[in-house]
Nanobody
Framework: QVQAVESGGGLVQAGGSLRLSCTAS????????MGWFRQAPGKEREGGSC????????YYKDSVKDRFTISRDNAVDTLYLQMNSLKPEDSAMYHC??????????????????WGQGTQVTVSS
């Protein structure tokens, strides 16, 4: 069964940092592009960053560029998101997913992805 477990969220003050992890199982993690997505209450889910299967290319939406860094360790089927200089508008539930499109300006999750519980990030002002 395809599964991803996100962790590392929490409550942090504006300007602080968090590191999220996503441990995947049930599919070939090391051949899939992966992305981080977030959804705030009352808003659509949006893709913030993605990384190619080999980690050689990564893309970011303008809202998180230069503050967030996506990375992966294929040896342990884990995706990471280092989040620095956090802002209140970054507050959301964060999920990871495989992507069908991962390129500059466009990050699209796989339509069949089995969304996990996610990890909550709350940034206080």
């Amino acid at each position: 069964q395809v599964q991803a477990v996100e962790s590392g969220g929490g409550l942090v003050q504006a300007g602080g940092s968090l590191r999220l992890s996503c441990t995947a199982s049930g599919f070939n993690f090391d051949v899939n592009a992966m992305g981080w997505f977030r959804q705030a209450p009352g808003k659509e889910r949006e893709g913030g960053s993605c990384i190619k299967w080999n980690g050689e290319s990564a893309y970011y939406k303008d809202s998180v560029k230069d503050r967030f860094t996506i990375s992966r360790d294929n040896a342990v089927d884990t995706l990471y998101l280092q989040m620095n200089s956090l802002k209140p508008e970054d507050s959301a539930m964060y999920h990871c997913a495989t992507t069908t499109l991962c390129s500059r300006g466009i990050i699209v999750p796989a339509p069949s992805w089995n969304w996990g519980q996610g990890t909550q990030v709350t940034v206080s002002s």
